[in-house]
Nanobody
Framework: QVQLVESGGGLVQPGGSLTLSCTAH????????TYWYRQAAGKQRELVAA???????SYSESAEGRFTISKDNDKKVVYLQMNNLQPDDTGVYFC????????????WGQGTQVTVSP
């Protein structure tokens, strides 16, 4: 059974940094595209960063230049390094992996809370 476990969230002051981790309990991470989403209270879930199987990365406009997505296929972990965090970055961050052959096959973690506050 596929399971994703996020960690690394917490409370940080504006301008601070956090690194989120998503450990994927899968046979191999290499067959999935991987994503980080964020959901603020009362808002829809939004895509923050993506890393394709090829290694190509992309970011939302708000994350560009501040966040870095990466993955370690051997360890089966996806990371999100977040710098210069701002209050608008507050929310629950979710890891998502999508099977590259069929996008209907995808999995979500339970989320990790990030709160940016003075």
């Amino acid at each position: 059974q596929v399971q994703l476990v996020e960690s690394g969230g917490g409370l940080v002051q504006p301008g601070g940094s956090l690194t989120l981790s998503c450990t994927a309990h899968v046979r191999t991470l290499e067959i999935y595209h991987t994503y980080w989403y964020r959901q603020a209270a009362g808002k829809q879930r939004e895509l923050v960063a993506a890393i394709q199987r090829s290694g190509q990365v992309s970011y939302s406009e708000s994350a560009e230049g501040r966040f870095t997505i990466s993955k370690d296929n051997d360890k089966k972990v996806v990371y999100l390094q977040m710098n210069n965090l701002q209050p608008d970055d507050t929310g629950v961050y979710f890891c998502n992996i999508v099977y590259f052959v069929m996008r209907d096959i995808n999995y979500w973690g339970q989320g990790t809370q990030v709160t940016v506050s003075p």
